[in-house]
C-alpha cells in the first residue's frame, strides 16, 4: 500500500505562483514514478507532470515552461512548482504513483483557484 498526501493549493492571481507537494509513505520502493493530475469541472482528468523514478520528466503542452516537477528522495516528496499561472489552470490536481505490481494510487486533491 502507497499513501499519498497532498498539500500547497490555494487561490492565486493570473502571473502568480503556487508550489503544491505530495508526500509519499508506505511501500515506497513499489513505486516507479510520480505524477500530478488536474481535473477541472466539467473535464476529464488530465496528465500535468511525471517524474519516473529515473529521474526523467514529462509535461503536459500547456504547462511547458511555467511549472517544474521535482523530488526530494530524503522525505519521499514530489513538487510541482507552478509558476505564471493561468485561470486555465483552476483545478483539482491530484497526485499519482503508478507502482511496480501494477497497482495506481491517487491523493486527496488539492484545489488550485486562479483568478483576479
Known amino acids: 500500500q502507497v499513501q499519498l498526501v497532498e498539500s500547497g493549493g490555494g487561490s492565486v492571481q493570473p502571473g502568480g505562483s503556487l508550489r503544491l507537494s505530495c508526500a509519499a509513505s508506505?511501500?515506497?520502493?513499489?513505486?516507479?514514478?510520480m505524477g500530478w493530475y488536474r481535473q477541472a469541472p466539467g473535464k476529464q482528468r488530465e496528465l500535468v507532470a511525471i517524474?519516473?523514478?529515473?529521474?526523467?520528466?514529462n509535461y503536459a503542452d500547456s504547462v511547458k515552461g511555467r511549472f517544474t516537477i521535482s523530488r526530494e528522495d530524503a522525505k519521499n516528496t514530489v513538487y510541482l512548482q507552478m509558476n505564471s499561472l493561468k485561470p486555465e489552470d483552476t483545478a483539482v490536481y491530484y497526485c499519482?504513483?503508478?507502482?511496480?505490481?501494477?497497482?495506481?494510487?491517487w491523493g486527496q486533491g488539492t484545489q488550485v483557484t486562479v483568478s483576479s
Open positions: 499519482n504513483a503508478p507502482t511496480i505490481y501494477s497497482r495506481n494510487y
Open positions: 517524474i519516473i523514478k529515473g529521474g526523467a520528466t
Open positions: 508506505g511501500s515506497i520502493s513499489s513505486i516507479y514514478a
